[in-house]
């Protein structure tokens, strides 16, 4: 039974890593940093590949391995990875299969305002006063040091992860600003911490309801709290999480799955 390499990091990564190890099907997980592994269930007996790979790293990993199947569950908003891994497989004649994290269609719900980018999250938080909390992660942080009294009025909501503290604090927020906690969280927990920072708006990628939209957008309009959602980057083609598991069922003839 030839290995699966799973490209985690993501809820959906972690599922997939349990539905393997339940199952017993062979795997390698690549996570990106050691907070992704620690995250891993059992990760002892796991062989478990942990750093940033480049297009070429990639491409040696499946080269020196034989891998029957590269799944990639990272994350929606991470698209120069997903095309490095797509990419890598296709070079290396691999089977490539990418998870999407069902997406919540865009509607004109009071309250809840869509952008194309960080940037026009920014520009909008410049144009109308209040404080906001950010829930987007630590990669862009750095650029809401563009929102006019950034320290003041903004608390941002990361990944209890050193790099990721580091890389914020070098951005300029610390202290009160800025809170270490895994997630996804209930709509009570994000009600709140809303409450408690005396937001006006929630800042937000569209993360499904893996990444705990529904929670956010709720519990905002419960606190009187607008949504800024930045929109998921293009169109992509995939399988859900659940017919990912049935693929896997049928390729590996798991029964009762």
């Given at each position: 039974m030839n290995r699966i390499l799973l490209f985690a990091g993501t809820t959906e990564g972690r599922l997939l890593f349990e539905y393997c190890k339940e199952h017993k099907i062979p795997l390698t997980a690549a996570v990106a940093t050691d907070y992704g592994e620690a995250v891993l269930p059992d990760r002892e007996t796991a062989d478990i590949r942990v750093g940033r790979l480049d297009r070429l790293q990639m491409e040696e990993l499946l080269r020196n391995n034989t891998y029957e199947?590269?799944?990639?569950?990272?994350?929606?908003?991470?698209?120069?990875?997903?095309?490095n891994i797509r990419l890598a497989c296709k070079n290396c004649n691999k089977t490539y299969?990418?998870?999407?994290?069902?997406?919540?269609?865009e509607q004109a719900a009071p309250g809840v305002i869509y952008v194309d980018s960080i940037l026009e999250a920014v520009d909008y938080l410049n144009r109308h006063e209040g404080?906001?909390?950010?829930?987007?992660?630590?990669?862009?942080?750095?650029?809401?040091s563009g929102v006019k009294d950034y320290t003041k009025r903004l608390t941002a909501r990361i990944?209890?992860?050193?790099?990721?503290?580091?890389?914020?604090?070098?951005?300029?927020?610390?202290?009160?600003?800025?809170?270490c906690m895994q997630g996804p969280f209930s709509e009570e927990f994000n009600l709140a911490l809303l409450k408690e920072i005396k937001a006006s708006f929630l800042v937000t990628k569209e993360s499904g309801s893996y990444g705990g939209f529904s929670e956010k957008v709720q519990a905002a309009g419960?606190?009187?709290?607008?949504?800024?959602?930045?929109?998921?980057?293009?169109?992509?083609?995939?399988?859900?999480?659940?017919?990912?598991m049935e693929e896997l069922a049928r390729i590996y003839n798991i029964h009762g799955a």
């Open positions: 199947l590269v799944i990639d569950a990272t994350h929606p908003y991470a698209s120069e990875v997903t095309e299969l990418r998870v999407l994290r069902t997406s919540i269609s404080n906001a909390l950010i829930t987007t992660g630590s990669k862009n942080l750095s650029v809401f990944l209890p992860d050193y790099e990721n503290v580091k890389q914020c604090m070098e951005a300029g927020f610390s202290g009160r600003n800025l809170i419960r606190a009187g709290a607008k949504v800024i959602v930045i929109k998921r980057p293009g169109i992509e083609e995939g399988y859900s999480l659940e017919e990912t």
